[in-house]
């Protein structure tokens, strides 16, 4: 499959850990954030969404944790497994619009 | 419910050409949005349509162009291919209503110019 980037930032953690990846958003006014996992050849698969009222939302082994503040996101996925390995991308969207805007991803490699 | 499909999946043209790519959004969405996804720039936005109508659209030039036929169904057309076109385009298709955007993605079509 093609590699959706060459230099990204890579999250490396043995099977079983917790992971947490990292996401610094741009606009203040964002106010829907969404987190995707990209598997080599595939298009991004939606993961959790979060509102900008919510400052934490809980899916089934990932938590997805907002900051306004310092316009943080993260993702926490627990109990890593090897079929986690893959990149994933912050989204934030703002209400007026109807556009996402990405990061620029993290790979997360789940070691055996 | 089937998901959202992009055609063809690859495609090699050579610059100067022009190349259209197709997505079928899935049933009862009626919004479609394109990106482009490359190594060095990740995923940009390229333009989205509601209702056969053009509600955002990136930076990019007039090169790139879509539109969106009363089925929904999306095509985006890239005129005079350059080297730097070379990438993986995606579509993804939602609700378009407002108060959230969650969007689904197809697989992509890679484009390769040469």
């Known amino acids: 499959g093609e590699s959706v980037g060459l230099h990204l930032p890579t999250l490396s953690v043995q099977e079983g850990d917790n992971s947490i990846i990292n996401c610094a958003y741009s606009n203040s006014a964002s106010d829907y954030f969404i987190w995707y996992k990209q598997e080599s050849g595939k298009g991004p698969q939606f993961i959790i969404d979060i509102r900008s009222n919510m400052d934490k939302r809980q899916g089934q082994r990932v938590t997805v944790l907002l900051n306004k503040t310092v316009k943080h996101l993260s993702l926490q996925i627990a109990a890593t497994q090897p079929g986690d390995s893959a990149v994933y991308f912050c989204?934030?969207?703002?209400?007026?619009?109807?556009?996402?805007?990405f990061g620029s991803g993290t790979r997360l490699l789940v070691r055996p | 419910k089937a998901g959202v499909t992009q055609t063809p999946r690859y495609l090699i043209k050579t610059r100067g050409q022009q190349v259209t790519l197709s997505c079928s959004p899935i049933?009862?969405?009626?919004?479609v949005s394109w990106y482009q996804q490359t190594p060095g720039q990740g995923l940009q936005f390229l333009f989205e349509y509601f209702s056969e109508t053009q509600r955002n659209k990136g930076n990019f030039p007039g090169r790139f162009s879509g539109r969106q036929f009363s089925n929904s169904r999306s095509e985006m057309n890239v005129s005079t291919l350059e080297l730097g076109d070379s990438a993986l385009y995606l579509c993804?298709?939602?609700?378009?209503?407002?108060?959230?955007?969650?969007?689904?993605f197809g697989p992509g079509t890679r484009l390769t110019v040469l």
């Open positions: 989204a934030e969207n703002m209400k007026s619009s109807y556009k996402l805007i």
């Open positions: 993804a298709s939602s609700s378009g209503l407002a108060g959230g955007n969650e969007q689904f």
């Open positions: 049933s009862g969405h009626r919004s």
